[in-house]
Every structure is written in structure tokens, then in C-alpha cells.
């Protein structure tokens, strides 16, 4: 894909696909967001992009859903569960657990770059993305925080480190759950990029089905930014990336 003329984005950024929730693969016995995921991604030399949610004591952990149930069968949500309890729990079946944050970073090691996407209910609540940012200050491997929620991102830029380059995650329709509690005018401004002033983001990272955009087309265009395509898993999907975007988040194939 071609090359990001971003300022503050790093190469890495743009220079290896990225494995959504590492290189998993179930029918393998590879949950998404695992240790083995994250070293399967490794071992092809992909960039890596995790999620995190916080458990009841405050710890960052790398799980995807809230609810607990779709990998663990689990009946309660991550937050209502310690770290430790957290910890405790077989991922898809298998022998993996749920990671922690400093304990993904701690396996990752820097060898390949992670992206990592900060979960957020629109409400303003701030502490996971406090506790992320207070477990990446001193990771000294290529590093990107994400999130959907234009205040998160906001508040990371005096959270971060400035070699940590902040994304909005975006879509152009929102016609998941997760917005509903949104008003149509917030709901345009995830859409539209119209939190820009405010967000101020280094990267964006885009449903690949909405592009192209005006959004992003004009964010490449006129502000240099990046884009990362979510998440490519048809060969379709994979030229619509290439022809739009800097960088694509796949699965269920290796590139």
C-alpha cells in the first residue's frame, strides 16, 4: 500500500499488515487476543492489533466483547471480575487465558509493532484509558492506541508519551448497540470526523465496506493522516484497502 505522507504517524504504521486480535485461528486451537495468537502473528512477522477492557480491580486486560460468554461461556461481564479471576478463565476452549496488558506487552517484547484498541461505553469514563496509558509509558517497542470514543483519544494525547501515536477507530453508519445511547448529532460526528479539532488523532482506522469517504479521503488528502482498513477478510475487501487506505487489519487468511 502506498506510503502515508503523515508527520506524526511512524512508518511502522503502514509498512506490515496488521493480524486482528493476532494471527488467530480457532479451528487451530488459536483464540483471538491470546498469547498464542500474539505469537503466532510474531513468528510471521505481522503488527499485532488488541483490544483491552478493564476488569473490577482496574487492570487492562486484552478481551474484545464485554460480556464474557462468546469465548469463555462465562455468564458476567469483564468488569465485574478481578484480574486474577480474570486469569482463571480458558479462552475458546483451550489451555489459553485472558492476557493482561503488561503481560501481552511483556511477550510481545517489541518485536513487532501493536496497535491496541482502547473499549469505551461513551460515557466519559477515562480509567481504562488512564490504566493503559499508565501501562505503555515506559514499553519501549513500536506502539499505537486506538479507540472509538473521540474523547478517549483526546484525553490520551496528555497521557501518552508523544512517540505513541494516537487513532480513531470510525465507521461510516452506526447501527451497532454500542451507540445507542448517542444522540444523531454525536452519532454524525464519529461519522463525519467533525471531533477532529478536539481528537486530534495521528492515524485512522476505518470500516473497510464504507470505503471510499469523504471522511477519510480528505484526512489523507489535507491532513496527512493514515488510514488502517477494518477488518479486510475477502480478496474484495482486500483491493478496497489497497485502493483507499495505508494499511489494512485482516483475519482468516494470511497475506
Not at 74 to 93: M, N
Not at 98 to 124: C, M
Not at 138 to 158: I, Q
Not at 231 to 239: H, W
Request: charged share 20%.
Amino acid at each position: 500500500m502506498r506510503a502515508s505522507t503523515g508527520i506524526q504517524a511512524p512508518a511502522w504504521l503502514v509498512a506490515r499488515p496488521i493480524a486482528h486480535r493476532g494471527l488467530h485461528d480457532r479451528a487451530a486451537g488459536i483464540p483471538e487476543n491470546t498469547v498464542a495468537a500474539a505469537r503466532a502473528a510474531i513468528a510471521h512477522g505481522f503488527a499485532i492489533e488488541c483490544d483491552v477492557q478493564m476488569s473490577a480491580d482496574g487492570e487492562a486486560m486484552v478481551f474484545h466483547d464485554a460480556a464474557l460468554g462468546r469465548l469463555t461461556g462465562a455468564a458476567e461481564a469483564v468488569s465485574a471480575l478481578s484480574a486474577a479471576a480474570l486469569g482463571q478463565l480458558a479462552v475458546g476452549g483451550t489451555p489459553e487465558r485472558i492476557p493482561t496488558l503488561p503481560r501481552f506487552l511483556a511477550e510481545i517484547g517489541g518485536r513487532v509493532p501493536l496497535v491496541v484498541e482502547v473499549k469505551s461505553r461513551f460515557d466519559g469514563d477515562l480509567a481504562l484509558a488512564e490504566r493503559v496509558a499508565a501501562v505503555v509509558a515506559d514499553y519501549e517497542g513500536p506502539l499505537a492506541v486506538k479507540s472509538f470514543d473521540p474523547r478517549v483519544v483526546a484525553a490520551l494525547r496528555g497521557r501518552l508519551p508523544e512517540r505513541v501515536p494516537r487513532g480513531i477507530v470510525a465507521e461510516s453508519t452506526q447501527d451497532d448497540p454500542a451507540y445507542a445511547a448517542l444522540a444523531p448529532s454525536e452519532r454524525r460526528s464519529l461519522s463525519d470526523l467533525l471531533h477532529i479539532a478536539e481528537s486530534r488523532p495521528d492515524f485512522l482506522s476505518w470500516r473497510v465496506d464504507d470505503l471510499p469517504n469523504a471522511a477519510t479521503h480528505l484526512a489523507r488528502l489535507l491532513g496527512g493522516l493514515p488510514v488502517m482498513a477494518w477488518t479486510v477478510r475477502t480478496d474484495d475487501q482486500r483491493a478496497r484497502a489497497a485502493a483507499h487506505a495505508d494499511q489494512m487489519v485482516f483475519e482468516g487468511f494470511v497475506p
